[in-house]
Structures are given as structure tokens and as C-alpha cells.
């Protein structure tokens, strides 16, 4: 059991840059694959980056690539979502999600709250 709180989204102009954090309470976070996930408007939740539980292995979106940046603390038990370019198609709801495996992030086992990144001038 995995309880998950994301902070840091807010209202930023284009090609500025945020910084997401999503922090876990319980036991066993390295265990544990972690991703970030986002959901606009009128659209279905899509998949942004993950990092499996060592940092070792990571995966963005073709959308996302060379803009940002996922890593983790494990012991902060915190995974950061560094965003830099910012466009207003990046304008959604942030979601962090968690489960065992990389493989299993598919179809996250625990979700956090989601936190509002609004992109516009």
C-alpha cells in the first residue's frame, strides 16, 4: 500500500520550465517502478516518463523527449518531474503513479491525487 501526493504544478508561460514532485508514504518505495502520467482537456490519460526502482532504467514519450527530465530520491522516497520548454499543449492534470515493475506501469496499482499544470500567455 502506496499513498501518493504530487505538488509543484501552477501557471506557467510558454517555454518555461516547473518542477513536479510526487512524494510516497509506505514501506518498500524502491521496489516500486514509478511514472508520470497526464490527462488535457477532452483527452485520455497518457503516459509522460517512468523510471524503474533503481533509477537505472528510464523511458519518456516521444512528446516529451529532450524537454523533460524524470528522476527519484529514494531516500526522500520522492520521484521529481523536471519540465523546460513548456507549451500549451503540455497543459494538463500530472498524475504520479506507482507499481511493481516496469512492466506493471501499464496499468499503475496506486495513483496520487494529480496536481494542475496550466501552460498559456
Known amino acids: 500500500q502506496v499513498q501518493l501526493v504530487e505538488s509543484g504544478g501552477g501557471l506557467v508561460q510558454p517555454g518555461g520550465s516547473l518542477r513536479l514532485s510526487c512524494a510516497a508514504s509506505?514501506?518498500?518505495?524502491?521496489?516500486?517502478?514509478m511514472g508520470w502520467f497526464r490527462q488535457g482537456p477532452g483527452k485520455e490519460r497518457e503516459f509522460v516518463a517512468k523510471i524503474g526502482g533503481s533509477g537505472t532504467v528510464i523511458q519518456y514519450a516521444d512528446s516529451v523527449k529532450g524537454r523533460f527530465t524524470i528522476s527519484r530520491d529514494n531516500r526522500k522516497s520522492t520521484v521529481y518531474l523536471q519540465m523546460n520548454s513548456l507549451n500549451p499543449e503540455d497543459t494538463a492534470v500530472y498524475y504520479c503513479?506507482?507499481?511493481?515493475?516496469?512492466?506493471?506501469?501499464?496499468?499503475?496499482?496506486?495513483w496520487g491525487q494529480g496536481t494542475q499544470v496550466t501552460v498559456s500567455s
Open positions: 509506505g514501506r518498500g518505495f524502491s521496489s516500486y517502478a
Open positions: 503513479g506507482a507499481a511493481i515493475g516496469l512492466m506493471a506501469l501499464q496499468a499503475p496499482n496506486y
